[in-house]
């Protein structure tokens, strides 16, 4: 990973952990260099690849992974394998719309 790249994934994580905090879930911490955790078990997860452009620059194409809700069948088995979701966080998974609105917004600050 390149230290471009990291300093993408951090900027990044910064705005989930930002976003999150902002919807109550305080307790939101990130581990370097692309996860981010509540109450220390992983909340989401951040991939960063640098590309070349057309036009010779370099674009970064940016995945977040979130955790919203995961099947019943399933929920065990990630609380052993320490991933948290934001459904079971608390939060009212129906105002993910508002969530990616405000994650767009905090994640401009760090455009350029």
């Known amino acids: 990973m390149s230290?471009?790249?990291?300093l993408i994934g951090l900027a990044i994580g910064l705005a989930v952990a930002?976003?999150?905090?902002?919807?109550?879930l305080a307790d939101v911490r990130l581990k370097w260099p692309n996860d981010v955790l509540y109450r220390g078990r992983k909340l989401?997860?951040?991939?960063?690849?640098?590309?070349?452009?057309?036009?010779a620059e370099t674009?970064?194409?940016?995945?977040?992974?979130?955790?919203?809700r995961l099947p019943r069948d399933f929920e065990r088995e990630a609380g052993r394998m320490g991933f948290e979701t934001l459904g079971k966080a608390g939060f009212d998974?129906?105002?993910?719309g508002e969530f990616f609105a405000r994650l767009q917004?905090?994640?401009?600050l760090y455009e350029n």
């Open 105 to 108: 917004k905090s994640v401009r």
């Open 18 to 24: 930002r976003t999150a905090q902002a919807f109550g």
């Open 93 to 96: 998974v129906r105002g993910m």
């Open 3 to 6: 230290g471009l790249e990291l």
């Open 59 to 68: 674009v970064a194409v940016i995945g977040i992974g979130l955790n919203v």
């Open 44 to 55: 989401a997860g951040i991939l960063i690849e640098l590309v070349p452009d057309y036009d």
